[in-house]
């Protein structure tokens, strides 16, 4: 890309003025910036990118931003500062696509209330496009896969089936841009109400759902935590939309490769619903968290959520693990 055109570009993005930043690249061009750090915080840090699962640019990198951040909310963090992760074909796509992507990620840097100061891109014949972003928790209040107890309430916020919407919109099948708008509805939203459970409740086993799918990283949660996660089928929220397409085979090889790799480590009730459980390891993105509640703080981990807009499903419980027992059943 002509540098011009970035110029134009990132001109177009009311990027403003922030305290935190002390040096970087609105000032003087800098390649690094220079941010003050709140005292008292630990850092938290993590980088993701992913190809477009919707068509709009705008949505795309609202969807985008939405799920790097969401890594810092899994741990009861909050988003600090953010930079762009961008690939771009250049020479067979217009610039006014990268310039929507970019002020939808703007977007939700902004309504996580970080900032974003800088960033880097790359032209590649793939579009690409995601966030590098830096949080603040504090360390005596932070959740983790490790930290699931036997007795732990099972709470998802956000519905499951993304990955089968996304098939479904690029097979741009009847109905896609309906399906577009629910996915986006879905993962554009950001987990800061989790995060907030998180840190009023002071939980200490959190994860965020994303490419292992619901299955996949709540067995990985209890295995970290020597426990053993019980899965009650009938109340994950799948999206219905999702079943739909799903039952006309447009199942993510992602989803199928979860399947085959997390099933045989998990213990199934052999008269549940087939499709149901491949949907439970159907790869999302941006999806929802796992929260591990203490039964008494169920309640009000649950009223935090509805408020937000955000699901509070009761997917199951953590148990002790049997010896050689599974680290995941899904009744």
């Known amino acids: 890309m002509a540098p011009g055109d970035l110029e134009r570009i990132l001109a177009g993005l009311s990027l403003g003025q922030d305290d935190r930043i002390l040096s970087g690249p609105r000032g003087g061009g800098e390649d690094a910036v220079v ?16 190809t477009p699962v919707v068509d709009d640019p705008f949505r795309f990198g609202q969807i985008a931003a939405a799920n790097a951040l969401s890594d810092v909310y899994a741990v009861g963090g909050e988003p600090y500062a953010a930079m ?23 977007s939700k840097v902004t309504e996580a209330g970080a900032t974003l100061c800088g960033g880097h891109s790359v032209e590649d014949a793939e579009l690409k496009y995601g966030l590098s972003v830096s949080g603040v928790v504090d360390p005596k209040r932070m959740a983790g896969n490790r ?12 519905p499951v089936g993304t990955g089968v919407l996304a098939t479904a919109v690029k097979a741009g099948l009847d109905g896609a841009a309906d399906l577009e708008l629910l996915l986006h509805r879905w993962c554009a939203k950001l987990n800061n109400a989790g995060a907030r459970v998180i840190h009023d409740l002071g939980l200490s086993a959190a994860t965020d759902v994303t490419g292992f799918g619901l299955g996949g990283h709540l067995l990985e949660m209890a ?60 790869a999302q993105t941006s999806g929802g968290l796992i929260l591990g509640v203490p039964e008494d703080d169920v309640e009000a981990a649950r009223s935090i959520l509805t408020d937000a807009g955000d699901l509070a499903a009761i997917i199951g419980r953590a148990v002790e693990r049997v010896p050689d027992g599974p680290a995941l059943i899904i009744a």
């Open 223 to 282: 295995a970290a935590s020597g426990v053993t996660a019980e899965l009650d089928l009938a109340s994950v929220p799948f999206l219905r939309e999702a079943l739909d397409m799903a039952a006309l085979g447009l199942i993510p090889a992602g989803s199928i490769q979860n399947r085959m790799h997390y099933l045989p480590r998990a213990s199934v009730r052999p008269e549940l619903d087939e499709l149901l459980v491949t949907m439970a390891f159907d």
């Open 84 to 106: 762009n992760v961008c690939c771009f074909p250049a020479r067979t796509m217009a610039a006014e696509v990268l310039a929507e992507i970019l002020r939808g990620g703007l």
């Open 35 to 50: 941010l003050s750090f709140p005292p008292g915080r630990a850092l938290v840090q993590t980088v993701d990118f992913l």
């Open 147 to 158: 930290g699931l107890r036997a007795g732990d309430i099972l709470l998802l916020t956000k």
